[in-house]
Structures are given as C-alpha cells and as structure tokens.
C-alpha cells in the first residue's frame, strides 16, 4: 500500500486532524496514491476530497516516507507538508469524518488514539510530538530532492520519482 498525508497547520501552528467515523481515530488527510500521480499531488487532491481544503502543488512538500509493517500489510506513507491553502474545513465525505479540528501541538498526546500512518506522519515533521510510537523506516527527502533512508540506505531516489504505475499492487522505485 502506497498512501500519502498532508500536513498542514493554522496561522496560530495547530495542525488539521479529522475524528474518523470509520477507524474512531483521529488522522491526516491521507489516502492512496494513483495510479501515475505524484505523492504530492495525491497529497493535495486528498486534502481537497477529504476536508475541502484548496492547496497547490507548489505549496506542498515531500518530506519523508515512512515504512511501516502491521500482520501481513506493509505500509509507504509519503508524508507531505503543506505549506499554504484556502477554504476553511468541512465535511465533504460525512460518513468517514465526523470533523476536521486545528489542534496544539502540546495537546495530541492527550487526543486519544491517533491513526498509526498520521502518528508517524506527525513525529516525522515534529520529532518526539507522539513519544512511544513502535519505530518505523523513514526515508528522509534530502533538500537536493533525493530520498536517505534513516539509517541510510544503499541508494537515493528523486522524489519526483516515486508514483504508483499502473498494473502494481504499490509503488515502484526507479531502476
């Protein structure tokens, strides 16, 4: 599975969490990657399906992805910061969110339980926010727009690169 969050905060730095009616969690605006499209774009176009939010691709950032392995699913979660949009949230899919909130930073400890992939998603922007989170893999988007495994991998990916090709069960790397 190959899925992308957005990231985003207010003008007072709360970030955008969704209660899910489904999971009864609270997550990022996130889902899977498309077949051909960028994570960044997936990230902006989620963002605008789930909460109604409007960001543009050039406001958004790749800023890591995370590996993560639950029973027999192995999750990439490309974790995407938005640094800009319009709109104010709502609830354009009312029957997999009960509501978008802005929340402190200093306060998601307390939430409750926070969907993995946007737990993750959130110490990867703001290392130690979730502390006792299980480890993950992340592969941290170099400035040069290349991936760096933590720790470091045998080789470097533009992240222009990873999509989602057709006829795959997720994402495939070049080369």
Do not use: K
């Not at 498309?34 to 691709?57: D, H, N, W």
């Not at 950032?61 to 027999?72: A, G, H, K, P, V």
């Not at 946007?118 to 993950?136: E, I, K, Q």
């Not at 990916?157 to 990873?162: E, F, L, P, R, T």
Request: hydrophobic fraction near 45%; proline fraction near 7%.
């Amino acid at each position: 599975m190959f899925g992308a969050a957005a990231v985003i905060t207010d003008e007072a730095g709360r970030v955008l969490l969704g209660r899910s009616r489904v999971r009864g969690m609270w997550e990022l605006p996130a889902g899977g990657v498309e077949p051909g499209e960028s994570a960044v774009r997936a990230a902006v176009r989620e963002l605008a399906e789930e909460t109604g939010l409007i960001a543009r691709e050039e406001d958004a950032r790749l800023l890591t992805i995370l590996r993560d392995e639950r029973e027999d699913v192995v999750r990439l979660s490309a974790v995407v910061r938005v640094t800009a949009f319009s709109g104010t949230p709502g609830r354009p899919e009312p029957a997999r969110f009960l509501r978008w909130e802005f929340h402190d930073l200093r306060t998601l400890a307390t939430l409750g339980r926070i969907f993995a992939p946007s737990a993750h998603g959130l110490n990867a922007v703001w290392p130690g926010v979730l502390p006792g989170l299980p480890p993950v893999r992340a592969y941290t988007i170099a400035s040069g727009g290349s991936a760096q495994a933590v720790p470091p991998a045998s080789r470097s990916v533009a992240s222009a690169d990873i999509r989602v090709h057709h006829g795959s069960s997720g994402c495939r790397l070049p080369g």
